[in-house]
Protein backbone atom coordinates (compact mmCIF):
# COMPACT_ATOMS: atom_id res chain seq x y z
CA UNK A 1 0.00 0.00 0.00
CA UNK A 2 1.68 3.65 -1.10
CA UNK A 3 0.94 6.27 1.67
CA UNK A 4 1.16 9.14 -0.26
CA UNK A 5 3.68 10.76 1.45
CA UNK A 6 6.89 9.02 0.23
CA UNK A 7 9.60 11.56 -1.50
CA UNK A 8 10.66 8.98 -3.36
CA UNK A 9 8.98 6.37 -5.86
CA UNK A 10 9.06 2.89 -5.10
CA UNK A 11 11.28 2.24 -8.17
CA UNK A 12 13.91 4.88 -6.45
CA UNK A 13 13.51 3.10 -3.77
CA UNK A 14 14.64 -0.02 -4.68
CA UNK A 15 17.38 1.60 -7.02
CA UNK A 16 18.78 3.40 -3.43
CA UNK A 17 18.26 -0.24 -1.50
CA UNK A 18 20.25 -1.80 -4.90
CA UNK A 19 23.36 1.18 -4.73
CA UNK A 20 23.81 0.53 -1.01
CA UNK A 21 23.73 -3.23 -0.85
CA UNK A 22 27.84 -3.66 -1.29
CA UNK A 23 28.89 -1.29 1.21
CA UNK A 24 26.18 -2.79 4.14
CA UNK A 25 27.78 -6.34 3.18
CA UNK A 26 31.13 -5.02 3.24
CA UNK A 27 31.51 -2.73 5.18
CA UNK A 28 33.51 -0.46 3.16
CA UNK A 29 32.87 1.83 0.24
CA UNK A 30 32.51 0.33 -2.82
CA UNK A 31 32.90 3.11 -5.31
CA UNK A 32 35.39 2.11 -8.12
CA UNK A 33 36.52 6.19 -8.03
CA UNK A 34 38.14 7.44 -4.76
CA UNK A 35 37.03 10.84 -5.18
CA UNK A 36 33.10 9.47 -4.65
CA UNK A 37 34.36 8.27 -0.59
CA UNK A 38 33.80 10.09 2.10
CA UNK A 39 36.95 11.80 3.07
CA UNK A 40 38.81 10.11 6.38
CA UNK A 41 38.82 11.64 9.43
CA UNK A 42 42.72 13.87 9.85
CA UNK A 43 45.29 13.23 13.11
CA UNK A 44 44.20 16.46 14.48
CA UNK A 45 40.28 16.56 14.01
CA UNK A 46 38.03 16.61 17.57
CA UNK A 47 36.63 13.10 18.28
CA UNK A 48 33.54 13.95 17.91
CA UNK A 49 32.88 10.17 17.87
CA UNK A 50 33.69 9.61 21.67
CA UNK A 51 30.46 11.88 22.62
CA UNK A 52 30.62 15.14 24.99
CA UNK A 53 34.19 16.39 25.95
CA UNK A 54 34.02 15.95 29.84
CA UNK A 55 36.70 17.39 31.66
CA UNK A 56 38.30 15.03 34.11
CA UNK A 57 38.14 11.94 31.81
CA UNK A 58 41.36 10.05 29.88
CA UNK A 59 40.49 12.13 26.82
CA UNK A 60 39.38 15.47 27.92
CA UNK A 61 43.07 17.36 26.83
CA UNK A 62 43.33 20.75 27.29
CA UNK A 63 43.63 21.15 23.67
CA UNK A 64 39.84 19.49 23.44
CA UNK A 65 38.12 20.56 26.35
CA UNK A 66 39.50 24.57 24.98
CA UNK A 67 37.83 23.22 21.36
CA UNK A 68 34.80 22.72 23.01
CA UNK A 69 34.24 25.41 24.61
CA UNK A 70 35.21 27.96 22.04
CA UNK A 71 32.59 26.12 19.99
CA UNK A 72 30.15 27.05 22.49
CA UNK A 73 30.75 29.92 23.86
CA UNK A 74 32.79 32.45 21.48
CA UNK A 75 34.45 35.44 22.48
CA UNK A 76 31.52 37.42 23.42
CA UNK A 77 31.12 35.48 26.62
CA UNK A 78 33.86 36.75 28.03
CA UNK A 79 34.93 38.18 30.15
CA UNK A 80 32.59 36.47 33.21
CA UNK A 81 32.40 34.08 36.42
CA UNK A 82 31.69 30.62 36.45
CA UNK A 83 27.90 31.08 36.87
CA UNK A 84 27.33 33.20 34.33
CA UNK A 85 29.31 31.03 32.08
CA UNK A 86 27.11 28.52 33.28
CA UNK A 87 24.16 29.79 32.31
CA UNK A 88 25.52 30.03 29.00
CA UNK A 89 26.68 26.58 28.21
CA UNK A 90 23.28 25.64 29.63
CA UNK A 91 21.57 28.51 27.37
CA UNK A 92 24.07 27.33 24.50
CA UNK A 93 22.78 23.24 25.12
CA UNK A 94 25.95 22.34 26.16
CA UNK A 95 26.58 18.95 27.34
CA UNK A 96 24.64 18.31 31.33
CA UNK A 97 28.42 17.21 32.60
CA UNK A 98 30.23 20.35 30.96
CA UNK A 99 27.98 22.77 32.34
CA UNK A 100 28.12 20.88 35.86
CA UNK A 101 32.11 20.84 35.81
CA UNK A 102 31.67 24.89 34.81
CA UNK A 103 29.28 25.63 37.70
CA UNK A 104 31.67 23.84 40.10
CA UNK A 105 34.32 26.55 39.77
CA UNK A 106 34.97 28.90 42.34
CA UNK A 107 32.01 31.29 42.12
CA UNK A 108 34.29 34.47 42.87
CA UNK A 109 37.23 33.46 39.98
CA UNK A 110 36.83 35.69 36.48
CA UNK A 111 37.94 34.19 33.15
CA UNK A 112 38.66 36.68 30.60
CA UNK A 113 39.34 33.90 28.52
CA UNK A 114 38.56 30.32 26.68
CA UNK A 115 42.68 29.16 27.28
CA UNK A 116 41.98 30.18 31.04
CA UNK A 117 38.51 28.36 31.81
CA UNK A 118 39.97 25.33 29.99
CA UNK A 119 43.02 25.58 31.83
CA UNK A 120 41.37 25.95 35.13
CA UNK A 121 38.96 23.02 34.07
CA UNK A 122 41.57 20.51 32.90
CA UNK A 123 43.51 21.19 36.37
CA UNK A 124 40.57 20.13 38.27
CA UNK A 125 38.97 23.36 39.22
CA UNK A 126 41.40 24.52 41.59
Not at 49 to 55: E, F, I, K, R, S
Not at 119 to 125: A, D, E, F, I
Given at each position: MQRG?????????DEMK???QGLLRSG??????????PE?????DPEV???????GTSRASLETVRLELARILGRGSFPADAEQLARTLRRKNA?????????????????????ELA???????G
Open positions: SDRLSVHRDHELHPTRSEEWHDPSAEDWGGPVVPPDALVDAVRQLPHKARYANVQQTLVRGG
